[in-house]
C-alpha cells in the first residue's frame, strides 16, 4: 500500500456514512421521542419525509465538504463552527424542499429538538474523526510529499508551517533554488530550479510550493504547466523582498489584487452583529440574576476593609480609546492602584479581595460594561493606562490587540497569560494569544473560551491571584 495516501479516499466516505448514519438515527430518536408532536398526516408521510431528509444533505455535503474535510491545519472551533453551518444550510434546503412539494408544517418542537441534536452529534463526530486522522498520519499514513522551490523568508515560513506538526502529514522533501542559501530551517537542498523537473520525475511528489520571486516569471509558468501535466499540486507562494505576516489576505482594489497585512474576521458587518448580540443577551442574564451575586460580595466586601463596593480604574479600550471599567474592590484602598499590579502575595488584598480573584467573582460588575458597549465578553484583557503607555514603546504590535474591544476573559487568559508580567517576554506571549484571537475570531471560538474560563473558576488557575 502506498502509505502517502493512506487509505485517504476510504476515510473521507467512512465521514460522509458517518454523517449519513447520525442524520438517520438522529432523526430516529427523535420519532421515538418526540412522536406526540407529529400529526397523523406526517406519519402517514414517514418514508417521505426520510427521503427528504437525506436528499436536503447532499447539497451542504457538497457545499462543505471539499472546503473542510479537505484541510489538513484544522482547529477544533473551526469544526464547531463547520457543523453549525453545516446544520442550519440542512434546514432551510429541508424547508424549502418541503414547501416545494407542499408537504405540510412540522411541529417547531419537533424540528429545534432534532437540529440541536444532530448538531452536537455532528460536532462530536468530526471531533473523533479529527482526533483519529491526526493519530493515524502521526503513525506515518496519509501523508503528502511536497517539494519547495525557491529560499528565503517565506520558503523558510511555509517549511515552518508545514512541518510544525507531525499530525498534518506533510512530509517536505527538499527545497530547489539557483543558489544553496544554507537555510537554517530547510536543510534538505536538492539542486537548482532546472533540476526540479528530473526529480519529479523520478519522485513521487504530490504538492509543489513555488516561493520564486516575479523575475523567474517564465520558471514559474513551466513549473505550473509542469505540475498541471503530472498530476502534481502547484501551490505559488507570494514572494516579497520584506518580511510580512504570514496572516496576509489577499483583496481586489478594483481589478488590483492587494494584500492586507492581516485579516480580522470582526471587521465583518454581520460578525459585529452576531458577537453584540451574543454580549448583550450573555450580560443581560447574568444582570438580571445579579440580586443572587451583588447583594453577598458587596457585604462581604464591605465588611473586608473600609471604602467602597466597587473599584473604578481608566483602562485601554478599541481604538485606544479610556473608559471606566468596574470592579468589586479586592484591595484595601491604597495610592498605587492605578501603577502597581497585583502580586501573588501583594499586602493590599483582603481575604475576600483573594477569593474574589482566584474565583474571577471580582470581574462580575464589568457585564455592566459590556451591556454599555465598552467591552464584549470574550476579547484581549484591558490594561491600565500607565502599561498600555510604557508596553506600546517596548513591545512590538502592542497597539494591534486595541482593533477590538476587550473582554472578561480573553484566549490569553485561558492559555495561562494572565495576572502579573515580572517578565517582558510574559507580555509578549499574551499579546502574540490576543492577536491571533482577532485574527482567528469566530462564534465557536468565544464559545469555546467562555467555556474553558468558567472551569477554571472552579479549578483554580494558579495565575490568578
Known amino acids: 500500500m502506498d502509505q502517502r495516501k493512506g487509505y485517504g479516499h476510504l476515510i473521507n466516505v467512512i465521514i460522509i456514512f458517518g454523517e449519513f448514519l447520525l442524520l438517520n438515527i438522529t432523526f430516529c430518536a427523535c420519532?421515538?421521542?418526540?412522536?406526540?408532536?407529529?400529526?397523523?398526516?406526517v406519519w402517514d408521510k414517514l418514508r417521505v419525509l426520510f427521503l427528504l431528509i437525506n436528499v436536503s444533505y447532499i447539497p451542504?455535503?457538497?457545499?462543505?465538504?471539499?472546503?473542510?474535510?479537505?484541510?489538513?491545519i484544522l482547529f477544533s472551533h473551526k469544526l464547531i463552527q463547520n457543523a453549525?453551518?453545516?446544520?442550519?444550510?440542512?434546514?432551510?434546503?429541508?424547508?424549502?424542499?418541503m414547501l416545494l412539494i407542499k408537504f405540510g408544517d412540522l411541529s417547531r418542537v419537533f424540528l429545534a429538538t432534532f437540529y440541536t441534536i444532530f448538531f452536537v452529534a455532528l460536532a462530536s463526530w468530526?471531533?473523533?474523526?479529527?482526533m483519529s486522522l491526526k493519530q493515524y498520519r502521526k503513525s506515518g499514513y496519509n501523508f503528502k510529499n511536497v517539494v519547495i522551490v525557491g529560499s528565503g523568508f517565506n520558503a523558510d515560513s511555509l517549511y515552518i508551517q508545514l512541518t510544525s506538526h507531525d499530525t498534518y502529514g506533510y512530509r517536505?522533501?527538499?527545497?530547489?533554488?539557483?543558489?544553496?542559501?544554507?537555510?537554517?530551517?530547510?536543510?534538505?537542498?536538492?539542486?537548482?530550479?532546472?533540476?526540479?523537473?528530473?526529480?519529479?520525475?523520478?519522485?513521487?511528489?504530490?504538492?509543489?510550493?513555488?516561493?520564486?520571486?516575479?523575475m523567474h516569471n517564465v520558471n514559474i509558468t513551466h513549473l505550473m504547466e509542469y505540475c498541471e501535466n503530472h498530476l502534481i499540486r502547484f501551490y505559488l507562494v507570494p514572494s516579497f523582498d520584506i518580511e510580512v505576516s504570514r496572516n496576509m489576505k489577499m483583496e481586489l482594489l478594483g481589478e488590483i489584487p492587494v494584500l492586507i497585512n492581516r485579516k480580522e474576521p470582526l471587521n465583518d458587518y454581520m460578525s459585529l452583529i452576531i458577537k453584540r448580540s451574543f454580549d448583550i443577551v450573555f450580560a443581560s442574564v447574568i444582570l438580571f440574576l445579579s440580586p443572587l451575586w451583588l447583594l453577598p460580595i458587596a457585604v462581604a466586601v464591605k465588611m473586608s476593609s473600609p471604602g467602597p463596593v466597587f473599584?473604578?480604574?481608566?483602562?485601554?479600550?478599541?481604538?485606544?480609546?479610556?473608559?471606566?471599567?468596574?470592579?468589586?474592590?479586592?484591595?484595601?484602598?491604597?495610592?498605587?492602584?492605578?501603577?502597581?499590579?497585583?502580586t501573588r502575595n501583594d499586602p493590599r488584598k483582603t481575604k475576600v479581595g483573594e477569593f474574589l480573584r482566584k474565583t474571577n467573582l471580582d470581574e462580575f460588575p464589568q457585564f455592566w460594561n459590556v451591556l454599555k458597549g465598552d467591552m464584549s465578553i470574550v476579547g484581549p484583557r484591558p490594561h491600565m493606562l500607565k502599561h498600555t503607555e510604557s508596553y506600546s514603546q517596548e513591545i512590538n504590535k502592542y497597539m494591534v490587540r486595541h482593533y477590538v474591544k476587550p473582554g472578561l476573559t480573553g484566549w490569553a487568559q485561558v492559555n495561562?497569560?494572565?495576572?502579573?508580567?515580572?517578565?517582558?517576554?510574559?507580555?509578549?506571549?499574551?499579546?502574540?494569544?490576543?492577536?491571533?484571537?482577532?485574527?482567528?475570531?469566530?462564534?465557536?471560538?468565544?464559545?469555546?473560551?467562555?467555556?474553558?474560563?468558567?472551569?477554571?473558576?472552579?479549578?483554580?488557575?494558579?495565575?490568578?491571584f
Not at 434546514?91 to 424549502?96: A, I, R, Y
Open 31 to 41: 420519532l421515538f421521542g418526540f412522536g406526540d408532536y407529529l400529526s397523523e398526516d
Open 60 to 72: 451542504t455535503l457538497f457545499l462543505y465538504f471539499q472546503k473542510f474535510h479537505e484541510k489538513r
Open 84 to 97: 453549525f453551518k453545516i446544520a442550519g444550510s440542512h434546514f432551510l434546503v429541508f424547508l424549502s424542499l
Open 126 to 130: 468530526w471531533l473523533v474523526m479529527w
Open 172 to 214: 517536505v522533501l527538499g527545497y530547489f533554488d539557483d543558489e544553496n542559501n544554507n537555510s537554517i530551517y530547510m536543510n534538505n537542498y536538492l539542486g537548482k530550479v532546472d533540476s526540479t523537473y528530473d526529480y519529479l520525475e523520478k519522485n513521487k511528489v504530490d504538492e509543489l510550493y513555488c516561493s520564486l520571486c516575479a
Open 311 to 342: 473599584f473604578k480604574q481608566l483602562r485601554t479600550g478599541r481604538s485606544g480609546k479610556d473608559f471606566l471599567c468596574y470592579k468589586f474592590r479586592s484591595m484595601r484602598v491604597n495610592d498605587v492602584s492605578d501603577t502597581v499590579q497585583a
Open 416 to 464: 495561562g497569560y494572565r495576572g502579573e508580567t515580572k517578565e517582558k517576554w510574559q507580555m509578549e506571549k499574551r499579546i502574540e494569544y490576543d492577536i491571533w484571537y482577532l485574527e482567528n475570531w469566530s462564534f465557536w471560538l468565544d464559545v469555546k473560551i467562555i467555556m474553558q474560563t468558567s472551569a477554571k473558576m472552579f479549578h483554580h488557575d494558579q495565575n490568578a
